[in-house]
């Protein structure tokens, strides 16, 4: 079912928690008039008749909500609330409450939805209209139609055609004038030259009582070529929907405490330098800063591949983009947002972008040959007719029989054609693809580079081992856990499960566990040092101890594991001939046991950003498949890239494909797609020329009629199509789905509360 | 002859009225949401909205 394509992948729950700052959601929301405001909210798991219904019914609940309107190919709800009758903070909660993750986004700029898609939409009926009704009155003058009734006909043809095309041809227009007025060409040129002489010559024809006009010809071109602008468009519109429905929409800012000892939201662009900022756990660093009072650990994964948490204490310095992970803090800043370390990830990857850019499509260089062998084709036709004939009104016919003919029809069709077929087998496999140039990289390319923290692995510590089966002691440890969000907490109750509670008085100890009293015993769960047991070096991971007054009474053993399929999909890479190498900013023993475990013998650690652009700019082109904020440039630097879903934003949006599944798999479902894409364009391009080497001769030679015309453009056109609808079914079977919504499967904790 | 005088606006008007009412759907909304659409089917509501 179309409907249950996953769009997972939440972030993190610990982000802002910008719903329930009723100020900020004011500020954010839609003035609508009448004083109500309108909001949107991502709702990913809605996917039938129900969720629409529980959704909107316990919306409607809410006094303050005046209409909400669900809106499931968007997985977004609008929402429509009079601020005077209650809070807009309570609208999100509901939501929650129904059943559904829920999450800001930000509402669309145009109410219309997409101005540009509409107006391709719009050109398009037109243009079909016009090249149904045309064709009927061509039909007739073909079956036999003549002198009165086929000057008649053309008249009535000529009336619908001369608007049809004005209106419907615009979107080529522009483009073509675009191209021209800085000196190129591109498929739009031929096409609208094409279309407007073959109008020219129809009227003139028309009005001289003419045996032949090619209104029919112009018009089902545009009809064809607009099919397949719209389609591509539609193609973009949707990954680049999906892509946003996976950023949280938070207003960047932090809490500022002034001297006087008052909080104050500042957004991030005026943070400076010397102000003091509050951090609560869960929070991101908002700009580099130094920490001034409290303690806490810091998770780096996102930022620079490091899965263990660094303590942090007064006097340490911490990056922007880093999670607070327990203590609340208060930290100086130190740079302003745009000299943080974001910031310059950001202005690396403008620097990185220039290789990319020069890079040209295949159609744009198809057409960059094309264009003047048929201008060229045509003005020799003419002239040689007529100076050879004599025959001025003949030459000037067949050198518009050859320009449209030429007229790119099947060539503009062949390469979008199959990036909109590819994108959607993509996107049934739950990768978003965000266009067709990357699909054409990526059939390029010769090796795949993977970060490590994220990508290769799951990104957060799981537990692997552990001793003692104690039931009494699980439960204190579950317990304990549970009031902690430090990731090895979080994956003790993920892997515990939620247990009874025990009455206790739970305390954490920044950088060292939790204890509790509980009935004059004292419980400890953390670090061996703390627990006071001899820590064993010989284990990969982290361990952690719970002790009973003292004494042992089991240990945790956590790894950040690789995804389940880490090593399938390595040998299914390697098999397709591409070399793989592994780029990670973790520690080297980190790095070494990983790159052993799923099969890679190039690995290098320690990589700071900039290194990691080196890495993938090589010799060759290089895949980038990473999802950290260090890994940003990379991706943006690399021949083509791909990201998880559960990526930082920084690095989704730099990535040209995003996979929202669990699974590895995805990287080389993407790159076996590319390529059985770049054979099918490459057929369809010897289709489009094949074509043209037939009929291009008669054209020159005047054999051609609008009949022959007709049949020739659509027939050509038709193949083309259905030889792009072969990527559907190849290699069908082969891969796998997703295990849809992955991220699910595990209570999620911060959901529960 | 005079059978198309009759039969050419006719066909025209039709096709016109079909273009028309596509523009109009279009511009109702009508396509914001096929998906919708195609579930809120689905949903037993006797109140009309």
Same mark, same amino acid.
């Not at chain 1, 990526?442 to 795949?448: F, K, S």
């Given at each position: 079912m179309t409907c249950c394509v996953p769009v997972p992948g939440y972030p993190d729950d610990a982000e802002q928690r910008v719903e329930a700052d009723d100020k900020a959601l004011m500020n954010l929301a839609r003035k609508l008039g009448d004083g109500a405001r309108q909001l949107e909210f991502a709702v990913p798991d809605a996917h039938c008749a129900a969720c629409i219904r529980t959704i909107e019914t316990s919306l409607k609940k809410l006094p303050q909500v005046e209409t909400a309107r669900v809106n499931l190919s968007k997985r977004r709800v609008r929402v429509v609330f009079d601020p005077? *009758?209650?809070?807009?903070?309570e609208i999100a909660p509901a939501i929650k409450a129904s059943g559904y993750h829920t999450y800001l986004v930000e509402t669309d700029a145009d109410a219309a939805g997409d101005p540009a898609l509409w107006e391709l939409v719009r050109a398009l009926a037109v243009a079909g209209f016009a090249a149904g009704n045309i064709m009927l009155f061509s039909v007739s003058i073909w079956s036999g139609a003549n002198d009165a009734t086929r000057d008649l006909f053309h008249w009535i043809s000529a009336f619908i055609a001369l608007p049809a095309i004005a209106y419907a041809?615009?979107? @080529? @227009?522009?483009?073509?004038?675009? %191209?021209?007025? +800085?000196? *190129?060409?591109?498929? =739009? +040129?031929? $096409?609208? $030259?094409? +279309?407007?002489?073959a109008t020219l010559l129809s009227i003139y024809e028309t009005a001289v009582s003419g045996e032949h006009a090619y209104f029919d010809a112009s018009t089902s071109l545009l009809f064809f070529l607009l099919i397949g602008r719209t389609l591509d468009h539609l193609m973009r519109e949707r990954a680049r929907n999906a892509i946003t429905n996976l950023a949280r929409l938070a207003p960047p800012g932090a809490t500022q405490i002034k001297a006087d000892g008052s909080r104050e939201f500042v957004a991030l662009n005026e943070v400076r330098p010397g102000m003091v900022l509050d951090l609560k756990p869960g929070e991101r660093v908002p700009v580099d800063a130094t920490v001034l009072n409290g303690s806490s650990a810091m998770d780096y994964s996102i930022v620079s591949g490091e899965t263990v948490p660094h303590d942090v204490a007064p006097g340490a310095e911490i990056m922007a983009g880093a999670m607070n992970l327990w203590g609340s803090l208060n930290i100086r800043a130190e740079r302003a947002s745009t !000299?943080? /370390?974001?910031?310059?990830m950001a202005d690396m990857m403008e620097a990185a972008e220039g290789a990319r850019t020069r890079q040209r499509r295949v159609a744009d260089r198809a057409a960059s040959v094309y264009a003047p062998v048929v201008h060229t084709l045509a003005a020799t036709t003419f002239l040689a007719w007529g100076l050879v004939t004599g025959d001025w009104h003949a030459a000037i016919t067949n050198a518009v029989a050859v320009l449209i003919i030429t007229c790119p029809c099947a060539l503009a069709l062949a390469v979008p054609i199959v990036h909109v077929v590819a994108a959607g087998k993509l996107f049934a496999h739950g990768i978003l693809m965000k266009d067709g140039a990357a699909l054409e990289?990526? %059939?390029? $390319? =010769?090796?795949?580079? @993977? !970060?490590k923290t994220g990508t290769l692995t799951r990104g957060r510590p799981v537990l692997v081992a552990q001793s003692g089966t104690l039931s009494a002691a699980l439960d204190m440890a579950a317990a304990l856990a549970a009031a902690s969000t430090h990731p090895l907490s979080r994956a003790l109750v993920i892997a515990l499960g939620h247990r009874d509670t025990v009455a206790a008085e739970i305390v954490e100890r920044p950088g060292q566990g939790i204890e509790a009293q509980a009935n004059g015993v004292l419980w400890r769960l953390g670090s061996a040092g703390w627990c006071g047991v001899a820590d064993r070096h010989d284990v990969v991971g982290t361990q952690v101890w719970l002790t009973r007054d003292g004494e042992p009474l089991a240990w945790f053993? /956590?790894? !950040? $594991?690789? #995804?389940? =399929?880490a090593n399938t999909a390595i040998a299914s890479l390697k098999k397709l001939g591409l070399r793989i190498s592994l780029i990670s900013g973790d520690r080297s023993d980190a790095v070494a046991a990983l790159a052993s475990e799923v099969g890679i013998a190039d690995y290098s650690a320690g990589l700071l950003p900039a290194d990691k652009v080196a890495a993938v700019g090589g010799l060759g082109n290089a895949m980038m498949v990473g999802d950290g904020i260090n890994d940003a440039p990379a991706l943006r630097a690399a021949h083509v890239s791909m990201a998880p879903a559960s990526a930082a934003d920084i690095g989704r949006s730099a990535a040209d494909f995003v996979f929202t599944g669990e699974q590895l798999a995805a990287v080389p479902f993407v790159i076996r797609t590319a390529r059985q894409a770049a054979s099918i364009v490459n057929q369809n391009l010897a289709i489009a020329i094949g074509y043209n080497a037939i009929a291009v001769p008669l054209a020159v030679s005047g054999m051609v009629t609008p009949l022959i015309a007709a049949i020739a453009m659509s027939s050509s056109s038709l193949i083309v199509v259905l030889n792009a609808l072969r990527l559907r079914w190849e290699g069908r079977? #082969? +891969?796998?789905?997703?295990?849809?919504s992955a991220p699910l499967a595990e209570p999620m904790p911060g959901i529960a509360e | 002859m005079s059978g198309l005088v009759v039969l050419i606006p006719i066909a025209i008007f039709l096709g016109v009225l079909a273009l028309v009412s596509f523009l109009w759907a279009l511009r109702n909304g009508q396509y914001e949401d096929l998906e919708g659409a195609s579930q809120r089917i689905l949903n037993d509501d006797d109140s009309p909205e």
């Open positions: 005077a *009758r209650g809070a807009p903070s041809g615009r979107p @080529f @227009f522009r483009s073509a004038w675009r %191209a021209l007025r +800085v000196g *190129r060409t591109n498929m =739009d +040129v031929p $096409i609208s $030259i094409g +279309v407007t002489l !000299d943080s /370390f974001l910031a310059r990289r990526a %059939a390029e $390319i =010769d090796r795949v580079a @993977f !970060d053993r /956590f790894a !950040d $594991i690789p #995804r389940d =399929d079977t #082969r +891969v796998p789905k997703p295990r849809r | -």
